[in-house]
């Protein structure tokens, strides 16, 4: 079974507990439909938060990027060009689309192609992505079929081509999939499960998961994953960037919160009011996560999951660490 399938199933048997009438597929797409909304109006009866529909879109995806850079077809190309008005270059292009959707990018080729994350091949490409080509001379913005939106040369325009060679690389920036949204079973336990300090089984520090969740109503799985990816359940670990403790909590962060990182009950005690309050900010467990990682400001900054390796690495690993306990906190 997937992590995905994993996740749905744990929603769905929280869902089952709590009586909802929300559909499973509202809390794994973006959207304000009669679904989402009735499931955010049992989210919050349920939480005592204020989780509205509108609250929980996801940022920029693939799909925007490539609807938005069709707006340029047509443009002259020029040579140096960042406005529509005049005539874009082919960097100029990618920065303004992006930028558009909120997503800041350098301006020439050499640096917009350091950004995001690298992808193998063109078969693993989607639409959205960055294809690089003659090294770091030209760029354009992937459409799927084998097809790029690009400012190719002085006296053409912004066009769609077939991809003609091999690109030098790939980048991706944005998600190309709805984030998951906010969910029961991200931020409400079942008095059942609360009082089970059993329930995340052998998990080290299983009963301060458990108890932190129970106070925050947050889930002591997700707790339990963010330990496991931040620090490997070592109370005593210290980051290269100062991170401390269990949960790798900066010594600011942890001023703020007014707790010891390197006590552990204090740390998760920290961590569980400050993934609860990201959680309730940005509406998506991606971004949540993501925030914890990079900063709230990164994700505002970028709208999304920023393009930073190391925070896009560190979502997925806490998410499937997340399905793992899901999956066996109800075994």
Sequence with gaps: MSGLDTVTERIQQIQSMLGTAAQTSATLTSGTSATSASFAAALNTATGTNTSADSVQSGPTGADVVADAKKYLGIPYVFGGTDPKTGLDCSGLVQRV??????????LVR???????AVNSIADAK????LIFQGHEHIG???GNNKVLHAPEPGEKVKISTV?????????IVQNTAIPQVTASMLVRPAALQSASGSLGSTPYASLFTAAGAKYGISPALL???AKTESGYNPRAVSPAGARGLMQIMPGTARGLGVDPLNPAEAVDGAARLLKRNLNDFGSLSLALAAYNAGGGAVR????????????????KVQAEYARL??????
Excluded at 127 to 130: F, N, Y
């Design 301 to 316: 900054k970028y709208g999304g999951i920023p393009p930073y390796t190391e925070t896009q690495n560190y979502v997925k």
């Design 164 to 172: 003609w060679e091999k690109p030098t690389s790939i980048r991706r």
């Design 224 to 226: 339990a994953a963010v």
């Design 111 to 117: 640096n917009q192609m350091k950004e995001g994350t």
């Design 98 to 107: 992006y930028k558009d959707l909120g997503v800041q990018l350098p301006r």
């Design 141 to 143: 913005i992937y459409l």
């Design 127 to 130: 639409p959205g992505d960055l």
């Design 326 to 331: 899901s999956a066996k906190d109800v075994s």
